[in-house]
């Protein structure tokens, strides 16, 4: 009876060091299996980008509710070849575009939006850019084409551009894509985000903006 609540006594032991091991493991929150955060330059700061820890930590009020609009379908520029992407890769380009200047990691919602709350490094360029014609120049000038004498442009020199808006019902992001495509922008330099927003804060990943 002795040896029989001793081997009782030691498996709850090893029960509760088992569940206490994975509750220190469970406090980390990671991005990918090796990646815990990074740090990212936003107007002229460096901001470190992780998971929140807190493991009470809700989505933001801006993105909490689900009553929005339809989806977007996962390949809306058929047949452009328009890569759509996920947090991970979406991550990889924010961690690339620190060191290469030709990637660009872009807000396509209007200022407020973006002032309000927003991917930190990103840049703001509204989805109704394209819808003017000086707009429209300088947002190409920024995205490094170059507009020729006879009036065409030379997307040699085009940077590749992580795209994203508030969420998988947005049409913003999708938008402007479609008015780059019209003007010949590579579709294989341009990158769609999807979950935008929602998906970023659902995940508790940094964000930055006045709402914070």
């Known amino acids: 009876m002795f040896k ?22 469970a406090r980390k929150a990671m991005i990918t299996p090796e990646l815990y955060s990074f740090t990212v330059e936003h107007d002229g700061e460096p901001i470190e980008v992780m998971r929140n820890q807190n493991p009470d930590n809700k ?16 390949h809306p520029f058929e047949p452009h070849d328009v890569e759509t ?18 990637i660009l990691i872009v807000d396509t919602r209007t200022e407020g939006w973006h002032y309000r709350l927003t991917i930190p490094g990103s840049v703001n360029v509204p989805f109704t850019v394209m819808k003017e014609e000086e707009s429209a120049a300088d947002a190409l000038d ?43 922008y590579p579709a294989d330099k341009m990158k769609y985000y999807r979950g935008g927003m929602q998906a970023w804060t659902s995940l508790g990943l940094t964000t930055v903006g006045d709402a914070e």
């Not at 992407?85 to 030709?102: S, Y």
Request: glycine share 8%; with cysteine.
């Open 142 to 184: 920024d995205f490094g084409v170059v507009k020729n004498a006879d009036g065409s442009y030379d997307f040699a020199q085009a940077k590749t551009l992580a795209m994203f808006c508030n969420g998988y019902w947005c049409g913003q992001t999708p938008t402007l894509i479609r008015a780059l495509l019209e003007k010949d």
């Open 85 to 102: 992407i996920g947090e991970r890769e979406f991550v990889a380009l924010m961690q690339a575009a620190q060191k290469d200047e030709n």
């Open 4 to 25: 029989q609540t001793i081997k009782g006594l030691a498996l709850v032991t090893l029960i509760a060091s088992s569940s206490m091991v994975l509750a220190e493991g």
């Open 59 to 74: 989505v933001h009020e801006l993105y909490n509710t689900t009553f929005r609009g339809m989806p977007q379908p996962i």
